[in-house]
């Protein structure tokens, strides 16, 4: 007779409390929306920022650390992109860039729902 298995409750340490995990939620929020106006990924990378080292979980430090790399390589890359915008060039850097910030944004909410760290 087959005795059934109990649900086991993941342990908070490992992916983050209910707090941590619902910030989480809402910074990646803010990055997709930041496609649109920008401005909400300097909001989301501050979070990240104050939120980032108040963790013990790796799994939640990982998705900021992420967030974090995302927003300032974006940042970067926007910047080169519109001063080569004179140059012709500097729209297709920021189209690619776009590109880029959806698919960071996407495969870190695919991560995060499958619980998954990002890579460091």
Excluded: C, K
Excluded at 112 to 119: F, L, T
Aim: net charge positive.
């Amino acid at each position: 007779m087959n005795t059934p298995t109990p649900n086991i409750v993941p342990d908070t340490a490992e992916f983050g409390t209910d707090n941590e995990r619902q910030v989480l939620t809402v910074v990646y929020i803010l990055h997709a929306v930041a496609v649109i106006n920008g401005i909400t990924a300097v909001i989301a990378v501050i979070i990240s920022h104050l939120r980032v080292n108040e963790t013990q979980s790796a799994f939640i430090r990982s998705h900021h650390l992420w967030l974090i790399r995302s927003f300032w390589w974006g940042l970067l890359w926007a910047l080169i992109s519109g001063a080569l915008v004179w140059a012709g060039i500097g729209l297709i850097g920021l189209a690619a860039l776009g590109v880029w910030w959806i698919y960071r944004i996407v495969r870190g909410l695919m991560a995060y729902s499958r619980r998954e760290a990002m890579p460091a």
